[in-house]
C-alpha cells in the first residue's frame, strides 16, 4: 500500500485542445451538496432543515411510524432518535445486542420507531435464524400510508460478495418498495447509500471503498425513477472534514437525520419536490 508505481512508459501525456462544438457534458460531476458552518446544505433543492432539540424532533415525528432496516450504519440512526427524544422510549424485546430488532415507542406523542437488520448476509454479529428476515418481506407485511415512513440502508456487508449479490438483492427490494408505493401512495420512503470507511490491509482487498462505490452505482441504477428520497452518505461523509469511518461521527450522523426528517417534514417551499427521484 501507499508504494508509488513507475510509468512502464512515457510517464507524461497530451493534452489535446477541444474541438469545435465539442462539450464536457459528459464529464460533469455535480456534487449532491456542501457544508456551511457545520450544517449540510443539499444542492437538489432540498431545504436542510435544523432538528437541534427533541422538542423539534418529536414534534416532527408526531403521529408518525418509521420502520428502519439495514446495517449497523442505519441503526446509528435509530440510536441518535433514542438519545435525544427522551420520550422516544426503547421497548426491551429481548433482542441480539447490535442485531435487533429494536422497538421505541412515545405513547403521549403516538410515534413509533423500529430496527431490524437485512437479512444474510451479516458479519458484525450472530443472532438466531427466526430473528432474520429479509427487507423484501417486512416491506410486503407493511400497510403503509401517509403516516408511514420507511428508512432502508444496506451496502458494507454485500462488499465482500459478488456484485450479482447485491444486483438481485436491490431488485426484490425495489419490486418490494414499488408494490408498497402502488397500494399505499403516500407512504415516504428513504435510501441512504453507502460511505466511505477507513481500511485495514485486508479490508482493501475484500470490502474497500472501491467496491462501495460500485455498489454505490449500483444503488442509484436500481432506483432510478423510483417515487424515494436519497440520503446521500458518500457525499456527505466526504465533503466532511472529519475522517472517514464505517460508522460516521456524530456530527455528520446529525447532518444526516436532519435531511431524514426534513424528508419527512418538509418546509413549505420544498412541497413541489416531493416527487424528486434517484438521478
Known sequence: MKVSIPASGPASFDII????????ESVKISPAGYYYKGAWRALDGTTVRQ??????????????????????????????????????KMFDLKSPIRA?????????????????????PILFTPMPVSQTRHITSELRGLVGGTSTVVVIGL????????????????LNIRRAVVQLLNR???????IRTANP?????????????WYALQH??????????????????????LAHYLPHSLHPQPPIIKNMMDVVLSYICPPAENLKHTTKQFK
Open 51 to 88: 432538528f437541534n432539540n427533541a422538542t423539534a424532533i418529536r414534534q416532527c415525528l408526531k403521529g408518525k411510524v418509521v420502520h428502519l432496516y439495514g446495517d449497523s450504519t442505519i441503526r446509528q440512526w435509530f440510536e441518535y432518535l433514542i438519545a435525544k427524544t427522551p420520550d422516544l
Open 197 to 209: 470507511k477507513t481500511h485495514t490491509l485486508s479490508e482493501t482487498r475484500t470490502s474497500s471503498d
Open 216 to 237: 454505490d452505482k449500483v444503488l442509484r441504477a436500481i432506483f432510478k425513477g423510483v417515487n424515494v428520497r436519497v440520503v446521500d452518505a458518500w457525499e456527505m461523509c
Open 155 to 170: 451496502w458494507a456487508h454485500f462488499t465482500s460478495f459478488p456484485v450479482e449479490v447485491y444486483v438481485r438483492r436491490l
Open 184 to 190: 399505499a401512495p403516500g407512504t415516504l420512503v428513504i
Open 17 to 24: 485542445p477541444k474541438l469545435k462544438g465539442e462539450t464536457n
Open 100 to 120: 435487533g430488532p429494536y422497538m421505541a415507542l412515545d405513547f403521549k406523542n403516538n410515534i413509533l420507531v423500529t430496527y431490524r437488520c437485512h437479512g444474510t
